[in-house]
């Protein structure tokens, strides 16, 4: 690190990150340049120079405007975006401690640089005296996102209000960064050793084969291992005959972060709760949830509320008779024993086998992960115009990831598609979609680099990584992200891909799963992992009969975890000195919570909620999009084309590629013509009267 004639720090010419434009294939990060140690100097440089260009900004004589306000905080900060965009992509995709030492400390300098411009006056003073008048759409909207972030940020506060809003961002990013490595931590730790025959006893090929990937990723010192990720533990419960091993899996999957050694998260949360409310009363509302949703299509508490309310009665009855069915299948068998959360998985699988003749193994053969690949891609290409060509010679994060350049019907760029597919030590659980860099067009044409993250469990050396019907759709999921991201089509970076409401942002994506479920692409691409031929049409029948099975429980298990995320920040209950356990089994108890399922995310592992606030109190949005998604792929059914050109053009102007031009109400409706009912979600899950 050395000093300008400026006064700013700038960065030795050996880190990668001094250089202006990236000399790579499509300039992406040159990954294989990067080492940890060339972090922080670039994060220390690059918020140096966003500030001196904030204060240019904030401090000009000339009268405010658009141009030299808007579009200038806009066309700030990008080496600082660059920096950032690379590492937390690599924190939670490819960490290791030199990562997440890094994360601890930068983490809370990025939240204090984030406050002091939202707290800035003189900046906030500039951005209040611009006039809307004459602005196009476009301009008028950036102006209207910024002055509400600057508002919900504390900009109209007084002083010492305005630096405890500061000191709690920054304990707050130290806070959420602790709860994800201790995650994290907890989820690497486990193995679940699988010695012998017995301990393997009815487990089908491909997961004894994936349990022996894992256990040669591991040091080899078990034959096989069960771990903790999803794509591993989920059809371990399913298979496995050894109920006391079942047992043992699902404790240690549902009681990650509550160890009560180092990695527990229980007073983490007490401390996150507690700010929350406490920065919310600061800004005027009654609660976390009222400030949350008040910049939502939901718009309140109640509104949310009501939605889980309508869904939780018949899903409770639903499950109801799903788990009397099951502890039918334990009577039959001779057991002697009531249905557990640890069981139910287990005897479901056996249920469907018997109602529909469906055997998952059976399943996973025609559903090869480049098969699947593949759907999502050609899905793409029909309704969208879209190609995929795979890059082999580019710069990769690990050798796992997959590239491909995305281009548009003309041939143009429209940008690059990262695939991360397979679970791994130094990965997070879970999936997501996420930018290395972002559509924009102010700073010239900038085309995206998006990547999706998945937990698949790898296949050995020389076989073929095969999908459950439920990872197929958590890919077509994800891929639904990543187009919102790839063809966002927008001027101003602030508007730009994914950065819309956080219970709209889920539209796109479970609104992408309804294709998987076609016959039309089932038929297509759904073929044998060996012999390449399609998929049976008796079993295709089945697997597309099966899509309502076991929704009762479905539905409980998320709608639970959504229950108590609300209930817990419409709370006060940190400032009684929550204990999170009790707080969450007392929710649980006023719902009437089958016994026999468990929350999907209880609260000491619900990174969704704690690793950061994208879905605090806003677990709801899953739920609130689905009911636009059923309602939307109604309209290509009324069309009688699932790939309807003009039905897909409107859904590519006013949800893919708008990214947030409009309020998501205007933009639903100008894609629907009205807004949607809850009725085809009910009749989609099955719950419908």
Excluded: C
């Excluded at 050996?14 to 990954?31: I, K, M, Q, V, Y």
């Amino acid at each position: 690190m050395t000093s300008s004639s400026a006064g700013l720090p700038t960065l030795d010419t050996g880190n990668p990150f001094s250089a202006a434009r990236w000399d790579t294939p499509h300039e992406l990060p040159p990954f294989e340049r990067i080492r940890p140690e060339h972090y922080l100097p670039a994060f220390e440089a690059a918020i140096a120079a966003h500030e001196a260009e904030i204060a240019a900004i904030a401090t000009s004589p000339a009268a405010p405007d658009f141009d030299n306000t808007v579009a200038a905080m806009e066309r700030a900060g990008l080496a600082l975006d660059r920096v950032a965009g690379v590492f937390y992509n690599l924190t939670g995709s490819h960490t290791n401690p030199d990562l997440q030492a890094i994360e601890r400390t930068v983490g809370p300098r990025l939240a204090r640089h984030g406050s002091a411009i939202y707290l800035n006056p003189d900046l906030w003073a500039r951005l209040a005296a611009i006039p809307a008048d004459g602005l196009g759409d476009e301009e008028r909207r950036v102006l209207e996102r910024y002055r509400t972030r600057f508002r919900r940020a504390g900009a109209d506060l007084a002083p010492e209000a305005k630096a405890r809003m500061a000191e709690i961002a920054a304990r707050m990013s130290e806070l959420g960064t602790q709860f994800s490595q201790n995650l994290l931590a907890d989820e690497s730790r486990f193995v679940l050793p699988l010695d012998g025959e017995d301990d393997l006893a009815g487990l089908p090929p491909f997961l004894r084969a994936a349990a022996a990937s894992a256990a040669e990723e591991r040091g080899g010192e078990h034959g096989h291992v069960i771990t903790l990720s999803r794509s591993l533990i989920e059809p371990f419960l399913v298979f496995s005959t050894r109920r006391d091993l079942r047992e043992r899996a699902y404790e240690a999957w549902t009681r990650r972060g509550e160890s009560g050694g180092e990695t527990d998260n229980r007073a983490i949360i007490r401390k996150i709760v507690q700010l929350r409310a406490e920065r919310a009363r600061l800004l005027g509302y009654a609660s976390f949830a009222h400030y949350k949703l008040d910049d939502t299509m939901a718009a309140s508490p109640e509104a949310a509320t009501a939605l889980l309310t309508e869904v939780w009665a018949p899903a409770q009855r639903r499950a109801g008779a799903e788990r009397d069915r099951l502890q039918a299948i334990i009577a039959r068998e001779g057991g002697d024993f009531a249905l557990q959360a640890h069981d139910w998985r287990h005897y479901a699988e056996k249920l469907r086998r018997a109602e529909h003749d469906l055997d998952e193994g059976e399943v996973k053969a025609y559903l090869p992960l480049d098969g699947m690949i593949q759907a999502a891609f050609d899905t793409a290409s029909r309704l969208f115009g879209l190609s995929f060509a795979e890059l082999p010679d580019v710069p990769r994060y690990h050798p796992d990831v997959r590239v491909w350049r995305v281009s548009d019907r003309d041939g143009s760029e429209v940008g690059l598609f990262l695939g991360d597919y397979f679970a791994r030590a130094s990965k997070r659980s879970g999936a997501w979609m996420s930018a290395f860099r972002s559509q924009e067009r102010l700073n010239g044409t900038v085309t995206p680099i998006i990547v999706n993250v998945m937990n698949f469990a790898k296949a050995p050396p020389g076989e073929t990584a095969l999908l459950s019907f439920d990872d197929a759709r958590t890919l077509f999921h994800e891929f639904g992200h990543a187009l919102h991201g790839l063809l966002s089509d927008v001027t101003y970076p602030l508007l730009s891909g994914t950065a819309v409401s956080g219970d709209f942002v889920e539209l796109p994506s479970q609104l992408y799963e309804h294709w998987l479920e076609q016959p039309e692409v089932l038929r297509t691409h759904a073929r044998h992992h060996r012999t390449g031929e399609p998929m049976p049409e008796a079993l295709l029948t089945k697997l597309l009969a099966a899509r309502t099975f076991n929704q009762g429980f479905a539905t409980v298990e998320y709608a639970a975890s959504a229950i108590v995320d609300m209930t817990l920040h419409l709370s006060n209950a940190a400032e009684a000195g929550l204990d999170v356990l009790d707080f969450e089994a007392e929710a649980l108890k006023r719902i009437a919570m089958p016994g026999e399922i468990g929350m999907r995310h209880r609260s000491p592992h619900f990174a969704h909620i704690f690793s950061g606030d994208g879905y605090a109190a806003g677990y709801y949005s899953y739920l609130w999009s689905e009911v636009l998604d059923a309602d939307a792929f109604d309209a290509f059914r009324e069309a009688g084309d699932i790939f309807h050109p003009e039905t897909a053009a409107r859904l590519r102007r006013y949800v893919y590629g708008a990214g947030n031009l409009r309020d998501p109400r205007e933009a639903y409706t100008l894609f629907r013509g009205r807004l949607p009912s809850t009725e085809p979600l009910l009749k989609k899950r099955g719950l419908a009267a």
